[in-house]
């Protein structure tokens, strides 16, 4: 292996540092043999390392490659990959060379991918011969075979080999470890304008068609770098484990671009938080070391139906801070998270943001280490950020104690700056609902003492007799009664109310319950924690909660099953589980 590269390609105080070479080659001036990546592979104990030095050589070998693919400046590429480090080296290879990356998360089925990839137009896809998840192996090449028959843009097909099977290859695909390696481990950092394309990305898709949001070069990685730092506390030498995919905003912010701008040792979670068993997150925890642990409430709640014995097992005096995203977390999850996961000592920042802002926007840090977190609650604005609550007339509400449309009033470095394609789509949802605000879509409340507490999305918000109800509050109460899981609130609507509500839960692992015991159970704790009026009409029982396949109820769906609007289910592309709603539309039980 040629080892003269690095100081060839950036010198001390060359011109070419003025480069975006932010992620890889400042670090590899000085310390090459840190570690960048753990890759946590599927099976446990299998982690693979890699070092800024051999990152870098990666991504300009794939850097190369695709430029000799005819990848030009100005390009998107689709990446359709687990995380792993050649996905990693994929997007930052896009980003050296000048194009720009569209990363679709590796579950989505032929139809979703093949959408995503014509609205971006690319020529080029990346992906894997097959995944591993969970013990099991998933055909990825396959659903990009099928993808790519609707997709005339396409001209090849980069294929790395994840497994040791071989897979059919036709004439457009490319053997990416074959070929890359007949590239040199140079290649020239193209410069940008900071308000170049970095890249493209298509949100949950929670409350309709999932919309191809543009984040720029130089304030979104600014962005990510300073939340990474500062809300997580993140200091040199840490090990920053963050479980979500890369195919999410998440994985994009905070397991790729932030940690590594900040010359961080970053976590790629290829497996699920139940494999081979419940203790997976913990035993990781111990085996690698994690500082900072970034999750999703949804997997908090899945594992704290099993009982603490999961985590307790392991050892996790590494951790110093517990992150939350994607949901509000409710009171009962969040508890579980602090005194059980972090046996009480470490913080936990629920962080409230959007694929829409690039980067964290309310969390309860930065501010003084010792300053205090209230459960639940995202808290403190970010520097720089300034939120505003709206009421129906567009009014702010200047005093505290108030609740209304959350909006942002003036720009920050890291907000998206159109949809692909569609910018009147992307004025018309952000900037037209509140002339002069950015308009978020959710809710929120600031308390008495200036605090932000995110109540759901306003197109949830349920009108009970002029009462307006989080989704939030009335699940974190429903959620907080022994027997229940997790649940959903929706409202339907009722002729003399305006709405009701209905609520649909889960029930926790081995829970035997009268039926008519919970519904009593479940009316008098809503009666009592939120008021009268608030108490659901209708309670049903399900196995599971129609989700995104990055773990965000859709409510809209439950809305419409409930509506009896069943072939109006509008956009499903993005739903994880299609016998979750099949289940609700059949085999109800409906207890009151
Ligand atoms: P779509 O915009 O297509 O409907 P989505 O909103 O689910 O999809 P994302 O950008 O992935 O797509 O999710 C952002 C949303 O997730 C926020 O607007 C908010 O509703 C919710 N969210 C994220 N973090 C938090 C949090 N800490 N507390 C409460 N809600 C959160
Ligand atoms: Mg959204």
Redesign the pocket.
Known sequence: MRQDWIPLNCGENGVKNKWKVNCLDRHVQTCPERVALIWERDEPGTEVKITYRQLLELTCRLGNLLKRQGVRRGDCVTIYMPPCPLAVASMLACARIGAAHNVVFAGFSSEALADRIRDAQSSTVITVNQGVRGGKVVDLKRTVDQAVQNCPSVQQVLVAMRTENTVAMTDRDVPLEEEMMKEDVVCEPVAMDSEDVLFLL??????????GLVHTQAGYLLYTSLTHRYVFNYHDGDVFGCVADIG???GHSYIVYGPLCNGGTTVLFESTPVYPNPGRYWEMVERLGINQFYGAPTAIRLLLKYGDEWVQNYNRSSLKTLG??????NTEAWEWYHRVVGDGRCPVV???????TGGIC?APRPSDPEAEIVPGM?MRPFYGIKPALLDTEGEVLSSNDSTGALCISQAWPGMARTIHNHHQRFTETYFHPYPGFFF???GAHRSKEGYYQ?V??LDDVINVSGHRLGT?ELEDVVNQCPGVAESAAIGYSHDIKGEGVYVFVVLKKAVMVEEDVLAQQLREMVSRSIAKYACPDFIQVVRCLPK?R?G?IMRRVLRKVVERNTDELGDLS?LDDPDSVHEVISGHRRLC
Do not use: L
Not at 350 to 356: C, L, V
């Open positions: 298509y949100t949950s898709g929670s409350t309709g068609k999932p919309k999410w905003i998440t939350s995203v994607g949901e509000p977390i629920d962080t409230w943001w959007q694929t829409e309310i995202a978020t879509g959710d995110i759901g999305r939030a995104t990055s965000k993005t």
